[in-house]
């Protein structure tokens, strides 16, 4: 899963600051996942985007949370005025195109965001 | 979207076969079944995926039974670094959505010498 890039590692923001966090995805990927893991839980889905398009936001929070994945550069996912309970790992996934064979999706290393 | 059950936590020594079973009783037709590692800090990492009977892979086997109500993780021979939460997941990718790609709470493995 090194293919996957995800910046910063570690990012820390006083409560109400913006935080924008990054993801590149593997080489030849157009699909990217957000998830969001909080502390000794498992990871919950946030959001999937195609190039330009959000697919599915589901998981996504319905209010400071965005995410866009633009035609040319990373994926961000911005938390807007964050507060305490936004500190968490969140993970990047690609993966191929989707078809008729299912398609792994290959994580990112985190980034771990600390709000104080 | 099939929902997933597997043992909270396993130990197993140095050397030793790991078998985890993952039950998924509503799996659909076109569901796949995958399987991921999570080491503390670090972001899941694809061990290895099938949709009917075993698959094999430099890093471990996946039975799948002829009903697919279940599925078996087994790691041969696991060492220490083989501690970890493995996840199993059921779904397919498709492209109007990703809600299948849904962990559950996974299986911490604790390896011990």
């Known amino acids: 899963n090194a293919g996957v890039m995800q910046n910063p590692r570690h990012l820390v923001r006083r409560r109400g600051q913006e935080a924008r966090l990054r993801c590149s995805p593997m080489?030849?990927?157009?699909?990217v996942y957000w998830y969001r893991q909080l502390p000794e839980e498992g990871l919950k889905f946030m959001v999937y985007?195609?190039?330009?398009?959000?697919?599915?936001e589901s998981g996504m929070p319905k209010e400071r949370f965005s995410a866009e994945f633009p035609k040319e550069g990373p994926s961000i996912l911005r938390i807007q005025q964050v507060v305490r309970g936004d500190s968490a790992a969140y993970f990047c996934?690609?993966?191929?195109?989707?078809?008729?064979?299912?398609?792994?999706?290959?994580f990112g290393q985190g980034t771990r965001l600390t709000v104080v | 979207l099939a929902k997933t059950t597997q043992p909270i936590s396993m130990d197993s020594y140095e050397g030793q076969e790991v078998n985890i079973t993952c039950s998924h009783n509503?799996?659909?037709?076109?569901?796949?079944i995958t399987w991921y590692q999570q080491f503390p800090s670090q972001g899941p990492r694809f061990i290895i995926q099938?949709?009917?009977t075993k698959v094999t892979n430099e890093v471990a086997s996946l039975f799948i039974p002829a009903d697919r109500k279940s599925s078996t993780l087994s790691l041969p021979r696991v060492s220490l670094s083989d501690t970890a939460v493995y996840y199993c997941?059921?779904?397919?990718?498709?492209?109007?959505?990703?809600?299948?790609?849904?962990f559950g709470s996974g299986t911490q493995l604790t390896v011990l010498p």
């Open positions: 509503n799996i659909a037709t076109n569901d796949y």
């Open positions: 997941l059921v779904g397919k990718i498709s492209s109007g959505s990703a809600r299948q790609l849904t």
């Open positions: 985007l195609q190039k330009e398009n959000i697919i599915d």
């Open positions: 996934a690609s993966s191929a195109e989707p078809g008729q064979i299912n398609t792994e999706a290959f």
């Open positions: 099938g949709y009917k």
């Open positions: 080489k030849g990927h157009s699909h």
